[in-house]
């Protein structure tokens, strides 16, 4: 049963009154939050380019693959065929489903734009076109429409003006060119691949694709594809992405809170009822508290937050899991609406398998903490909402992961929180679009704003060391920066609350059973010959062997396996991390219990990684 058993409580109060705002001069980076009309969300696109067959069998393909996306978009479909080139789009419609249907086209007939996702700067940049002579008049009140004109006018050097979420491919009809771009960040997914026709193929889920092209692979973040040489661009290049020296800003409190309330602010545009992912961690409760008072001030240029505009928030844990417990804590301080649900262990389990196939990953951690995360998101859906804001990034851009804490030198952390956050379009960005895409549900990331970003990766990285900090706690400086006992952002307990990672929060029971259930149901004998039945990024565990077995089932290629990385980690860490220390290479499971001598209620000084596949072999053996 995918349902998962509910208790609710429910305390309807409204937000705290917020102080007054502060009367400051207005900052070049502040982009003030915008009102939506008539906008398009979170959907699935998908294309094929150059295609060998006829109009008449490219349209009857494409609606078939295309309706695999449509759980992204379950409000209508759009779908053009421009000769060899199909374009689909599966389309969520937060309000006046009458209008606004994609794929987009110019005024002229020649520029078709297919679009998944925010540009939270539309109006500022139909401003811009404006002042620099170009006159544009929408069609429509998507924010995705700016997309047209600014390529007219810029051509591709336009898409480093975008602040957002998003995916699209645009077709030049007239130079019978196309382009295909991905966010900095990928918070939004994009998959492509080369069929045997020589056709190359785009969409936002492994799914559409992977039983018809022979080759396919995420599109990298932060690029655009380019027809006119096969290639693939970067667009997004801060200074902290292509340094080879480690950044040397000096940190101001006040800049890094300012900077991700703006943050928060440019997401909270919306229509329609919105909501807070709420763990009870410092992450999502940093965005609750921001938007719960960015709300009462209205600052969100009219959007909604619920019916009777309380701002609602939603939690999931077994029951007596430490968010369960921290979430309520929150709420109760900020006075949201709180909805705490809990499932059963059995509840989970049992959606294990679509979990897999909606996320399109084997790897661990991500599948340990989207089952929780995909249970609540069909509650959140059932109840009318389709926005909710999230507080994934952080641990990356500051360094907030519990094996931070063995970072030998600023050097080294400043590398790792480089190399994690390239890496989130396959970890948590996939984890946070999948889970809630998976039942129509938006999810926004305040974290990952390029602004943001920016600001918090230029740091000097000696600032963010947990070891350097006064208080020898992960992510100090986020802390510190919203530790205001004048006007308090959230309770004491929950502001130097240590990190635990989602998989844990919702109760450690719930990665115990997994580990459990893998240990009955995956032999010895499969174990020792793991290697032979998975040559690529061998299961290192009876757990891992499960996941990649139900991966293996939904999709059956080689291609499919290398769409997930391959590296040795500890409590989510690259394979650079573990020699920080010398239990890491034994202890190498994803939960944060496994960095020792840290984590409150880490594993047992016996929990050893090598050792259980070793005593696999030797019963297989044996046996």
Sequence with gaps: RLWPRVRVRVKRRCCPAAPPPRQEAPQPWASPAEPSKKRAKMCGIFAIFNSSLSPDELRKLMVACSQR??????????????????????????????????????????????????????????????????????????????????????????????????????????????????????????????????S????????????????????????????????????????????????????????????????????????????????????SSLVASIACRLHKQGSNSGAKAFVGARLHSFTIGLEGSPDLAAAEDVADFLGTVHHGYTYTMQEGLDAISEVIYHLETYDVTTVRASTPMFLMSRKIKAM?????????????????????????????????TRDKVARLHKYDCLRANKSTSAWGVEVRVPFLDADFMNYAMGLEPECKMPAKAPRKIEKYILRKAFDTPEEPWLPQHILWRQKEQFSDGVGYGWIDSLRDVAEAEVTDAQMANAAHRFPYNTPATKEAYRYRAIFESHYPSHAAATTVPAEASIACSTARAMSWHESFSKRADPSGRAVAGVHDSEYSENFDIEDDMNKAKKKARTK
Excluded at 144 to 170: H, T
Excluded at 263 to 282: E, K, Q, T
Excluded at 385 to 390: E, R, T
Excluded at 404 to 409: G, I, R, V
Aim: charged share 20%; proline share 5%; hydrophobic share 35%.
């Design 200 to 283: 190359i193929w785009f969409s936002s889920e492994m799914k559409a694709l992977h039983d018809q092209c022979s080759t396919y692979q995420q599109a990298p973040p932060g690029k655009y594809f380019s027809s006119e040489d096969g290639e693939f661009h970067q667009w997004f290049t801060p200074d902290w992405l292509t340094t080879t020296e480690s950044p040397s800003e000096t940190i101001h409190l006040a800049e890094l809170r300012d900077y991700f309330v703006n943050a928060v602010r440019r997401r909270m545009m919306s229509d329609v009822p919105w909501g807070v992912l709420l763990s009870g961690g410092l992450d």
């Design 384 to 416: 009318g909402v389709k926005m909710v804001l999230s507080g994934e990034g952080a641990d990356e851009i500051l360094g907030g992961y519990l094996y931070f804490h063995h970072a030998p030198n600023g050097s080294e952390f400043f590398e790792e």
């Design 69 to 198: 996306l449509r759980h992204r978009g379950p409000d209508w479909s759009g779908y053009q065929i421009h000769g060899s080139h199909g374009i689909a789009h599966e389309r969520l419609a937060i309000i006046d489903p009458e209008s606004g249907e994609q794929p987009l086209v110019s005024p002229c007939g020649n520029v078709i734009v297919c679009a998944n996702g925010e540009i939270y700067n539309y109006r500022t940049l139909y401003d811009e076109l404006k002042a620099d002579g170009c006159e544009y008049n929408p069609a429509t009140g998507s924010d995705c429409e700016v997309v047209i004109p600014l390529y007219q006018k810029y051509g591709m050097a336009f898409v480093d003006k975008l602040r957002g979420m998003f995916s699209f491919v645009i077709y030049d009809k007239a130079a019978d060119k196309f382009f295909a771009v991905r966010d900095h960040m990928g918070i939004t997914p994009m998959y492509y691949g080369h069929a045997s026709d020589g």
